[in-house]
């Protein structure tokens, strides 16, 4: 008499069920991974203006004369990964724009990144507001310069 060897179909039928339970706990999971990774690469990407619009400001002391690309060392801004729109504020030296990063329903997380120059600062402060800073698929309170 031979012996059978194998999985039984119910064996299978449970594997296959927990299999499909992890699945539906960890793509939710990749996607908030996924897009709080854009967030960070959208402010690493704006670390550049951020850099040239202080500059300008400390040379000038003025900030609506670093709002403006390709003037006084701001640079254009340029196709990049994590940033599908970019504008400069004239007046205000702000970035708004939109990021690769997406909310839950897939839209693009809208960003401002702007400036707040104080009268005698040796410092210019910024404050990230939009979407962007939304706390499950976004940047974190406190990070990229969240409010």
Do not use: H
Not at 40 to 62: F, M, R, S
Not at 78 to 84: A, C, E, F, Q
């Amino acid at each position: 008499m031979q012996t059978q060897k194998g999985f039984t179909l119910i064996e299978l039928m449970i594997v296959v069920a927990i299999i499909g339970i992890l699945a539906a706990i960890a793509i939710p999971q990749y996607g908030d991974y996924t897009s709080r990774t854009r967030a960070a690469g959208t402010v690493a990407e704006l670390a550049a203006y951020k850099l040239a619009i202080g500059v300008c400001y400390q040379a000038t002391g003025d900030i609506t004369k670093c709002g403006t690309a390709g003037t006084n060392g701001v640079p254009t801004p340029l196709p990049s990964t994590n940033v599908i729109t970019l504008a400069l504020n004239a007046a205000t030296g702000a970035l708004t724009g939109t990021s690769t990063a997406t909310t839950s329903g897939g839209a693009a997380m809208a960003f401002s990144f702007a400036p707040n120059p104080t009268a005698g600062a040796s410092t210019l402060p910024w404050l990230m507001t939009g979407t962007i800073c939304d706390n499950s698929r976004g940047l974190k309170p406190g990070g990229g310069l969240c409010a």
